[in-house]
């Protein structure tokens, strides 16, 4: 056998050894739940957790892939394990938008023919019923599109394919709240790929942040109209996550093939521009973001490979980003790939689920490292409702420790894609057993709906997540 020259040799045995030290830190690391968190078992499920929802009463509704999306949405309950069935909506709502209407209904639109052909049906699922209202037809079938809550509660309903491949539906269209019907935007035609990234931005419009590199602000009042907003610095992202914090879009990764890198817009100023910030620990595409009480992004799932979606070289554990401190920390691993079909949600006790994925059948649940850092602070009371701008007060035996008070829409994802999520952080002070808690200035930034209020102590250890609702005006 013939042996490379001396230097390389030494070389290649100090990798190895580098390697070995490595794997040696991340096992003694992996063995410290407060530094990495852990993972439970894998759960083992009838459907694909395809398309998931975190209901205003704290459990999640999930319903599958393909011929999936005909039957009956499933029920878990993250307190004690046990799936149900929801009623069947009364056709296939696989490949739908969803988002949360302000009174907790969640409003569904569109749904699948076949791959690329687009239903133009839209429903609204009660949690307190239990029950399925169908509303009226759209202008068109839509097959990947994407709803997002106006500061009113009506809601834009955006892209999404009618008949075939690249047959986009190109207009977008309002549904009003009030009356249950639609207006649609003649004025703001554009061809937007699948699942456009938007956000409702703090100036009332909403902000096309991705997957393609230009962003545009769409005006959704009278017959809609786009303008032009800044670039991104990398290129297009598809299949990459994007979130909302305090008004600030940041995009994580996507592209094929992916990248690691990670950007950021200031929607707050005057004249917004993309940035990067730090990059992730490894390539993604087909990720997926949660934001947590603490005001840092958890990052689970998708594929480092450069195809689609490229099942041999998963991704498997999790990091955690801190917009704070601009820094990444590298978390405990799961098991199952979870790619193309995955989704991840916020649970009311601080936990994360992830499950699906392309004919996959299961989910795993996260703990995240705070979970592990003691005691978490009790909230004895607090409103359920709140006004924009208005204080109100928790009570708590923990106030002096209190450091956080954030505010995080509930979960409502499918294809990398929350159409529901953003964390608003907010200004409290502290009194004799209680705080004094400022709701967010206005509808903007936390339009009207149902969302979870935690409280984080000096330790970074959060609540329990109790349920609080933004009315409509």
Wanted: aromatic letters at 10%; hydrophobic letters at 40%.
């Amino acid at each position: 056998m013939r042996h490379p020259p001396l230097p390389r040799r030494c070389a290649v045995l100090a990798v190895h050894l580098l390697g070995l030290v490595v794997l040696g830190a991340t096992s003694a690391r992996a063995q410290v739940p407060s530094l990495t968190g852990r993972w439970s078992s894998v759960l083992t499920w009838p459907i694909s957790a395809t398309h998931l929802s975190l209901m205003p009463d704290g459990k999640v509704l999930f319903f599958g892939e393909f011929a999936e999306g005909a039957l009956p949405p499933r029920r878990w309950d993250p307190s004690t394990g046990a799936l149900t069935t929801y009623p069947y909506a009364g056709y296939n709502i696989f490949c739908s938008g969803h988002s949360f209407l302000s009174n907790g209904k969640l409003l569904v639109t569109g749904g699948h023919i076949a791959s690329h052909v687009g239903l133009p049906d839209t429903s609204a699922f009660d949690f307190n019923t239990n029950t399925w209202t169908r509303l009226p037809d759209m202008n068109a079938g839509r097959w990947y599109p994407t709803n997002t809550t106006l500061s009113n509660g009506d809601v834009v309903v955006i892209s999404g394919e009618i008949a075939g491949a690249g047959d986009i539906n190109e207009i977008p269209q309002r549904f009003i709240a009030g009356t249950n019907t639609w207006r649609t935007l003649t004025g703001a035609r554009r061809n937007l790929p699948f699942y456009p990234k938007m956000f409702l931005a703090p100036n009332g419009q909403l902000f096309y942040a991705g997957s393609l590199r230009g962003s545009l602000w769409l005006n959704p009042n009278g017959n809609g109209a786009w303008t032009t907003g800044p670039l991104s610095n990398f290129g297009g992202r598809s299949y990459g996550p994007a979130v909302f914090i305090d008004g600030k879009v940041t995009l994580f990764g996507g592209g094929e093939p992916p990248t690691a890198t990670v950007e950021q817009i200031d929607l707050t100023v005057a004249a917004p521009s993309w940035r990067y910030v730090a990059p992730m620990s490894i390539r993604r595409r087909q990720h997926n973001a949660v934001l947590l009480p603490d005001g840092t992004v958890l990052i689970v799932g998708g594929s480092s490979g450069s195809g689609f979606d490229d099942a041999t070289s998963p991704v498997r554990h999790a990091e955690l980003y801190n917009p704070a401190t601009n820094t990444w920390t590298s978390l405990a691993s799961q098991v199952r790939y979870r790619g193309y079909h995955s989704t991840a949600a916020l649970l009311p006790d601080g936990r994360v689920l992830s499950a699906g994925g392309a004919n996959e059948r299961t989910a795993e649940v996260f703990s995240p490292p705070y979970l592990f850092k003691g005691a978490r602070p009790v909230i004895t009371a607090a409103p359920t409702t709140s006004q924009p701008g208005a204080t109100f007060s928790i009570t708590t035996p923990d106030a002096a420790r209190i450091t956080r008070v954030s505010l995080i829409a509930l979960n409502s994802t499918t294809h990398t894609f929350d159409m529901n999520q953003r964390l608003l952080t907010l200004a409290f002070t502290r009194t004799s057993g209680a705080l004094t808690v400022t709701a967010p200035p206005n509808r903007n930034l936390a339009p009207p709906g149902y969302y979870q209020l935690f409280i984080v102590n000096d330790a970074g250890v959060p609540s329990y997540g109790r349920r609080l609702r933004i009315p409509p005006p």
